[in-house]
């Protein structure tokens, strides 16, 4: 399973950029998919997950009402919309998938994930 991040870029502070992730390679049924990021010199750490088949959509506090998790089912991939960017959001995001069932509360562990993309890099400036 492979999994392609792409739509990170430059953007001014207040911006917005749209990331997209797409699963590759064979036939792949994610239970789970999500959004982490690692800036430079920090730990990586949680921005947003939900379950494939959707419902309830976990952010992290640093984010929510800034950034939406979506999903395109017929296309295999989620994205993530970006609004009202900050320098601090400056990192390399990750996205990730895994198949198992786990509970939504499990979802801000990066360790629920087994599958996960090569990053793109987002750069804020003020």
């Known amino acids: 399973v492979q999994l392609q991040a792409s739509g990170g870029g430059l953007v001014q502070a207040g911006g917005s950029l749209r990331l997209s992730c797409a699963t590759l390679?064979?036939?792949?049924?994610?239970?789970?998919m999500g959004w982490f990021r690692q800036a430079p010199g920090k730990e990586r750490e949680f921005v947003s997950a939900?379950?494939?088949?959707?419902?309830?959509?976990k952010y992290a506090d640093s984010v929510r009402g800034r950034f939406t998790l979506s999903r395109d089912k017929g296309k295999n991939t989620v994205y993530l919309q970006m609004n009202s960017l900050k320098p601090e959001d400056t990192a390399v995001y990750y996205c990730?998938?895994?198949?198992?069932?786990?509970?939504?509360?499990?979802?801000?562990?990066?360790?629920?994930?087994?599958?996960w993309g090569q990053g793109t890099l987002v750069t804020v400036s003020s």
């Open positions: 990730a998938a895994d198949s198992r069932t786990w509970p939504i509360g499990f979802l801000s562990r990066s360790n629920a994930f087994e599958y």
């Open positions: 390679g064979r036939t792949f049924s994610p239970y789970v």
């Open positions: 939900s379950r494939w088949s959707g419902g309830s959509t």
